[in-house]
């Protein structure tokens, strides 16, 4: 279950706003996730607390193929991200990297800035806290909670590898 | 039961490379499938993460070293010591693997540039690149998109990757070109067309007999913007100009592929090349296209012609015609980037660089560079630049407060001598 202050950004949120490419010499997550949303909103670092979660409009981390996104947002502290549609490579990383993230037009147009906002990953039910109403999800299915508590598909996998080798022992 | 029933659908290009490297006879949209790959790409931004996580499962060896490709062209030469070490990263890799392809300094080029010109991508081939501008090959004929560093690493152990077959859309160009116009305006156009979402998850299918007016340059151009759109692959049905260019450079077979005509598409859209005109995306979108003409008084403080999307010779010809015999305006910084040595010696051949020399623009090695805000052109608070880049997202050149313009060539050339953004003909006549 993920709670937290929801923060809400526009449509066509893209890598570039999310990291800016001035930090990608480095990979560290630390180090991303200070600058995380930057240039969509310079306080976002500052003021997000651990567990708040991101709401996007339409196309969110569209542009370039950068994990340094999701990574940054996870590093950050963010719970997961809702957002009206995502682009392709940035749904696929953030999976990758362990970031939960839920498609739900309804939820992104009418959660607002400061909600208190409850998401269940089983069944993909949106709570709003603040005002009550509530939105549906698709449920991440079992694998991928599994891999998003893993830490991401290659923790997944590594975590996979050696269970099934014990088996074999 | 639908073959007996003579209902099976013919499939599209796209479809036939995935089915042929699944070991299927066919796919369909949506179905979830796991294809070799010939070519896994990565830079020295997503090769560094891939590589963590490859010595991190353990495995001996890469699946293939003729296969994987690792081009340092972002931050290079390097900029700083953050980005030696990432550099470092993927030399060093190369060294323990004997990594077939990789590229030093003195012979890297922009990754979207290089691998075709090499020969390291091919028509009817599956590439996947860490790096969202490798859709650019699907002007060769070949399925190619981009992935993140994770899937760079699974395919560097398995040689493998999964895809979800894409819907395609067809887009079928019919007319004439107007004077200057290239590829670049024509997807320019079309992403104004259909925005930046308007083919998202899906293939973009370039077909109809405009194309013929449209060189291989153009073409990597148009396939490069792709992404633009939100699409998994942009591709072209291999033809004659498809063949001229790769004969000479494939070191290996290939296969040209094409739609049957009872192919499904999700969408066509026709697209009438007569009316289109030179075309300029504004902030902070691609999708913000508008008609050079339309652009009144939109002073430039810098304009960088290269790129995976403009870079090539043909580009750097294009723009040395306008600039010849001109000077770049007071107080503006034109930057030329040649995306490949190759490129740059040929310019060099053909006399552009001392056209851009004397017009005074400076001459970049090949880098992405200011592209993506790396180095060699970043923008001041407040300053505007126009590119024959891919982006003009917030920040994409500097400054969050900086704002970055889109166009082919011709228009950045012309509006480096002018100092503010015009049409070609408007200082050439």
């Known amino acids: ?19 800016p490419a001035r930090y990608l010499n480095s990979s560290d997550p630390d180090e991303l996730a200070k600058h995380c949303m930057e240039d969509a909103a310079p306080d976002f670092p500052a003021k997000m607390s651990k567990g708040d979660i991101i709401i996007g409009g339409k196309n969110f981390g569209c542009g370039s193929s950068r994990e340094h996104a999701p990574i940054a947002i996870k590093a950050a502290g963010i719970s997961c991200v809702i957002a009206h549609s995502f682009a392709r490579i940035f749904f696929r990383n953030a999976f990758n990297m362990g970031l939960p993230i839920f498609c739900c037009p309804e939820a992104a147009r009418n959660i607002k800035e400061g909600d208190e906002i409850q998401v269940s990953p089983e069944t993909g039910l949106i709570e709003n806290l603040t005002d009550g109403k509530e939105y549906r999800a698709q449920p991440i299915p079992e694998f991928m909670r599994n891999l998003i508590k893993a830490g991401g598909l290659m923790k997944y996998v590594a975590a996979y590898t050696k269970e099934k080798s014990e088996k074999e022992k | 039961m639908l073959e007996l029933w003579g209902l099976i659908m013919g499939m599209t290009i796209s479809e036939k490379i995935l089915a042929a490297h699944s070991g299927r006879d066919r796919v369909c949209p949506g179905e979830l499938v796991i294809a070799n790959v010939d070519v896994a790409l990565g830079n020295d931004i997503t090769a560094p993460i891939a590589i963590r996580e490859f010595e991190q499962t353990g495995v001996k060896n890469v699946f293939d070293r003729d296969k994987i490709v690792l081009v340092p062209d972002h931050f290079t030469p390097n900029k700083d010591i953050a980005s030696a070490e990432q550099c470092k990263i993927l030399r060093d890799f190369a060294k323990k693997y004997g990594i077939t392809h990789y590229f030093e300094i003195g012979e890297v080029g922009i990754e979207h540039v290089l691998l075709p010109e090499q020969g390291i991508v091919l028509p009817g081939e599956i590439i996947i690149g860490a790096d969202s501008h490798t859709c650019t090959y699907g002007a060769l004929g070949a399925f190619s998109t981009g992935v993140g560093s994770t899937d760079l690493a699974a395919a560097m152990i398995g040689g493998k990757a999964w895809f979800r077959v894409p819907e395609s859309i067809k887009f079928i160009y019919t007319g004439k070109l107007k004077k200057w116009v290239s590829g670049k305006d024509l997807i320019l156009y079309t992403i104004g ?20 007016y449209v060189d291989m340059a153009g073409r990597f151009s148009m396939a490069n913007m792709a992404i633009e759109a939100g699409a998994k692959n942009g591709i072209f049905i291999p033809d004659g100009i498809t063949e001229e260019y790769v004969s000479v450079r494939a070191k290996k077979r290939y296969t040209f592929y094409d739609s ?95 056209v851009f020399i004397k017009a005074g623009a400076v ?67």
């Open chain 2, 193 to 212: 067309k259909i925005g930046v979402d308007g083919a998202l998850y899906k293939s973009m299918e370039f077909t109809g007999p405009a194309l013929k």
């Open chain 2, 260 to 354: 049957d005509s009872d192919a499904s598409y999700s969408d066509v859209i026709k697209i009438n090349t007569d009316i289109i005109d030179l075309q300029v995306a504004c902030p902070n979108l691609p999708e913000n296209t508008k008609p050079v003409g339309e652009l009144k008084d939109v002073e430039l403080d810098q304009v960088v012609i290269g790129s995976c999307t403009n870079g090539r010779i043909e580009d750097l010809r294009v723009a040395a015609g306008i600039m010849k015999g001109q000077k770049v305006a007071k107080y503006l910084r034109c930057i030329i980037i040649p995306g490949s040595q190759k490129v740059y010696l040929n310019a060099l051949d053909e006399g552009l660089i001392e």
């Open chain 2, 363 to 429: 001459v970049s090695a090949p880098t992405c560079g200011p592209c993506l805000g790396g180095h060699m052109g970043i923008l001041a608070s407040g300053e505007k630049a126009l590119a024959t880049t891919n982006r003009n997202f917030i920040g994409r050149m500097g400054h969050p407060k900086s704002k970055v313009y889109l166009s082919g060539p011709a228009v950045a050339a012309a509006s480096a001598v002018k100092g503010k953004i015009i049409s070609p003909e408007e200082i050439l006549k």
């Open chain 1, 1 to 19: 279950m993920f709670r937290g202050k929801a923060w809400k950004f526009g449509n066509d949120i893209n890598t570039d706003e999310i990291i």
